[in-house]
């Protein structure tokens, strides 16, 4: 009988998830994970491996076990100091891997830093926007390794062998998940923060077209969730098949447990995926409005050379007629976009400016929209985009709401420090801009616009407000010219992609050096690859007015 008793299954540990059955024994260091699992050098490695997954590198199936090193780490300590590194030397190698674009900032000679000088000031931005991010990431580590988790999708209630008080234990594949989304897309990346949400997980999947159609009742934030839960399921099967990854919380109640584990991911997914097939199917645009994009293809350089070489407003207006003779019939009757700070000018103290717009819309009976600089009170520029109809009236002004810390206005803290770091303010202004307040349309002939200036196409926040206002159509006008050829573009489209599909507009993306591109509601791109000359972006788009489910509620 005392033999009997030595092999008998601890019941009450296993109900507290603090054995498997089926899962190995933990031998070796106190972690259970192999000594090279644990090396900080490991971390930054598996984070840079997840970080291929971006747009640009393309590797989009790399997000669904990118975060399995991660969380295996994460739950094979206690140490806050620990939890903190891992966080952080993964999220650093993830943000290295997905901001590498920062790179391309170089050369800035136009900014007065020629040469390795401006090499060096570009890999420094690139390092304390990638450092920020792997904050979080760190942030995220200590939150989750502290708290009381199990495996499952279901909470447990566990007796301590120490007192037989009864603890619950949070399902870290519910919850887990929710705090991932909380901390990496809204509240650590948030404006007030200094925050840029951009290395989002779930941009990685633009390309998987019927994957993202739940984002227009659930959006893209709800399919960060669903990646980050099958992350967790892969990671606790491992722990249970394999020893060397024994992880005691990563432990299901058997084999068997871990398997349902993962098909519960499997129906979570497909439970994301048919509410926006569903909806989509329902989709009922108006008539097709014919759309031209003029590129004006004015480099940095051209732009702010403090060397010579700066173009001046007159030769920008002739390159515009250029592009309006080029773009012929295919501006009549249609919307023509210029790009962000196409005119850097105070739209309404330029009449000659002004004059010459009404009159191309007037001559070729085409909407007008067009980024610009606009002042309603002395000290205070916004980035603005605005509109003249075909009738040649002025139509509303927009004032950008979503300002890029540094590059359009200078923290507080900022103010502080050596003058070549105020330098990166950097605006046609010639300070920095004050942030607009408020959604807003452009109303033309032929459509109600919803502008978007550069990277506010990263908000999901914004862009559902001004589909609440009664945007038919999303037009996002950029100016990626600081980052050369690049793949900031890349990514700003794959943003854009989810904006379209989770509010269900077809959105024009309008770039001064491209890439542009028309993307349509269910997330399709017409895309034209980056030049280094002007060009015309021509195309049809569809217009809708219906709010999506994700529109109605999130904020």
Known sequence: MPQAQLTKPNKTARKAGKTSPSAPSQKGNASGLPAFMQNPLFHLASGAVLGLSCPGFEQWYLAWFGLVPLFLSIFSTRSIFKLAGTGFCFGLGYSLVYLHWYLNLAPLDWMGFPGLTGLGLSVLAWLLVSGQQALLFGIFSVIVGKMPFCAGFTPKQSESQENSKSKWQLPMLSVVPLIYVLVMNKIGNSPDLLGVPWPMIEYSQYRQNMLIQGASVFGGIGLAYLIVTANLAIASLLANFIKPLAVEKLFAENK?????????????????????????????????????????????????????????????????????????????????????????????????????????ALERKTDILAGAMDRPAVGHPYNAAFGVTSSGLRAEIYHKRFLVPLGEYTPLFVQYMPEWVRRWTNTPSGSGFMAGKQAGLISLNSVKAGPLICFECISPELTAATCREGAQLLVNISDLAWFHQSDCGRQMLAFSVFRAVENRRSLIFAANTGPSALIDPRGTIAEYKQQNESKVVCGEVQLNSRLTPFALWYR
């Not at 009922?284 to 004015?298: D, F, H, M, Q, Y």
């Not at 012929?328 to 210029?338: F, I, M, P, R, S």
């Not at 330029?350 to 004059?355: D, F, I, L, N, V």
């Open 256 to 360: 068997d447990t871990a398997y349902y584990y993962c098909l519960g991911t499997i129906l979570l997914l497909g439970a994301y995926i048919t509410p926006g097939l569903v909806e989509g199917s329902n989709l009922k645009t108006n008539r097709p409005l014919k759309v031209a994009v003029l590129e004006g293809s004015i480099n940095i350089d051209m732009q702010k050379s403090a060397t010579g070489g700066k173009i001046e407003l007159p030769e920008i207006i002739e390159r515009y007629k250029l592009l309006f003779k080029t773009a012929g019939k295919d501006c009549e009757n249609a919307l023509t976009v210029l790009p962000e700070g196409a005119l850097p000018v105070y739209i309404q103290e330029s009449p000659t400016t002004m004059e010459w717009l009404k009159k191309e």
